[in-house]
């Protein structure tokens, strides 16, 4: 079982940037995959990036990628997600997620994971 709590959400103007924090219990954290996702109102969940067990390979979606970093430290048992330049587009609630299973075919994937936080909002304003 593990359980996961984002934190660092809030409001910020359109080119801030932000650090979100992805905290997990339990001392299985090395062996989980863990990728952020986010959900804006009306639409489908999507996925933001992700870093796979080893964290040597991180991969990201095109709508982040070069304003955002996923960094992990086992040792605190936490995931992070930094995002710069930040759009009014990426207004929403990001999710942290983790599963054991994960391979770079599903990391997309939503239905892949085991366990979700609870997701912290981010709002961007124009």
């Known amino acids: 079982q593990v359980q996961l709590v984002e934190s660092g959400g809030g409001l910020v103007q359109a080119g801030g940037s932000l650090k979100l924090s992805c905290a997990a219990s339990?001392?299985?954290?090395?062996?989980?995959?863990i990728s952020w996702f986010r959900q804006a109102p009306g639409q489908e969940r999507e996925f933001v990036g992700g870093?796979?067990?080893?964290?040597?390979?991180?991969y990201y979606a095109d709508s982040v990628k070069g304003r955002s970093t996923i960094s992990r430290d086992n040792g605190k048992n936490t995931v992070y997600l930094q995002m710069n330049m930040l759009k009014p587009e990426d207004t929403a609630v990001y999710s942290c997620?983790?599963?054991?299973?994960?391979?770079?075919?599903?990391?997309?994937?939503?239905?892949?994971?085991?366990?979700w936080g609870q997701g912290t909002q981010v709002t961007v304003s124009s």
């Open positions: 997620a983790a599963g054991s299973r994960l391979i770079l075919s599903t990391l997309r994937s939503p239905s892949a994971y085991d366990y």
């Open positions: 339990g001392n299985t954290f090395r062996g989980y995959t």
């Open positions: 870093t796979f067990r080893s964290a040597s390979n991180t």
